[in-house]
Antibody, heavy 115, light 108 residues
Framework: QVQLRQWGAGLLKPSETLSLTCAVYGGSFSGYYWSWIRQPPGKGLEWIGE???????NYNPSLKSRVTISLDTSRNQFSLKLSSVTAADLAVYYC?????????WGQGTLVTVSS | EIVLTQSPGTLSLSPGERTTLSCRASQSVSSSYLAWYQQKPGQAPRLLIY???SRATAIPDRFSGSGSWTDFTLTISRLDLEDFAVYYCQQYGNSPYTFGQGTKLEIK
C-alpha cells in the first residue's frame, strides 16, 4: 500500500519561498509521475504541476514562473518550491502519485501567508 | 485551458437513492481523460473513477462513470451514508489539468 507523507513550513511571510517535501513509502518510486495540487480553504482544487521519473516537469502556466518541482530518487522523495508567496497562495497543499489521474495523496499541509 | 462546470452545486438526497452528477467541459476532453474524486471534510481527495469509466482500486461498484467529448457523468446507484461528500471531476487530457468546482452531496 503506497503512502505519501508530506512536510514543510506552514507559516510564511509575503515574498518568502514555500518549500514542501513528500516522501513515498511502501511502493515503487521509479516509473511514476508525481504531482502537487493545492486547495484554498473552502474552495476547489488547483493543479500545480507534475514531474516524471526522469525529472521532466510540467507546470500550470498560472504558476510556472514561481514553481519548481524536483525529485530525490535516492530518498524516494519529491519536493515543491513556490517563490514570492502572497496571501493568494494560502491553501492546503497536497502531494500525489500520478500524472493526470491522482491515485494516492498525501495528508495535506496548510500554508498560511502573513506578515 | 479547459473549464469544467459541475452541476448541480449541491444535491440533497437520502440514503438508498440513486443519483447522477454532471461535469461539462468547455472543449472536448482528449482520449476521455476524465477522472472523479470524492473528498470528505478534513481529508485529501480520493480517486474514484479514471479514464471516464474505470473504477480505481477498491472503489465499490455502486460508483460508475460515463460520457464522452464534453459531457460526463458520475452515477451512484444506491447512496450509502459514507457517500455524502464533495465530488470533483478533473480532466487530464490537456495541460494544464483542471478540476470542476465540485458538487456537494448532502443528507436530506
Amino acid at each position: 500500500q503506497v503512502q505519501l507523507r508530506q512536510w514543510g513550513a506552514g507559516l510564511l511571510k509575503p515574498s518568502e519561498t514555500l518549500s514542501l517535501t513528500c516522501a513515498v513509502y511502501g511502493g515503487s518510486f521509479s516509473g511514476y509521475y508525481w504531482s502537487w495540487i493545492r486547495q484554498p480553504p473552502g474552495k476547489g482544487l488547483e493543479w500545480i504541476g507534475e514531474i516524471n521519473h526522469s525529472g521532466s516537469t510540467n507546470y500550470n502556466p498560472s504558476l510556472k514562473s514561481r514553481v519548481t518541482i524536483s525529485l530525490d530518487t535516492s530518498r524516494n522523495q519529491f519536493s515543491l518550491k513556490l517563490s514570492s508567496v502572497t496571501a493568494a497562495d494560502l491553501a492546503v497543499y497536497y502531494c500525489a502519485r500520478g500524472g493526470g489521474s491522482l491515485w494516492n495523496w498525501g495528508q495535506g499541509t496548510l500554508v498560511t501567508v502573513s506578515s | 485551458e479547459i473549464v469544467l462546470t459541475q452541476s448541480p452545486g449541491t444535491l440533497s438526497l437520502s440514503p438508498g437513492e440513486r443519483t447522477t452528477l454532471s461535469c461539462r467541459a468547455s472543449q472536448s476532453v482528449s482520449s476521455s481523460y476524465l477522472a472523479w474524486y470524492q473528498q470528505k471534510p478534513g481529508q485529501a481527495p480520493r480517486l474514484l473513477i479514471y479514464a471516464t469509466s474505470s473504477r480505481a482500486t477498491a472503489i465499490p461498484d455502486r460508483f460508475s462513470g460515463s460520457g464522452s467529448w464534453t459531457d460526463f457523468t458520475l452515477t451512484i446507484s444506491r447512496l450509502d451514508l459514507e457517500d455524502f461528500a464533495v465530488y470533483y471531476c478533473q480532466q487530464y487530457g490537456n495541460s494544464p489539468y483542471t478540476f470542476g468546482q465540485g458538487t456537494k452531496l448532502e443528507i436530506k
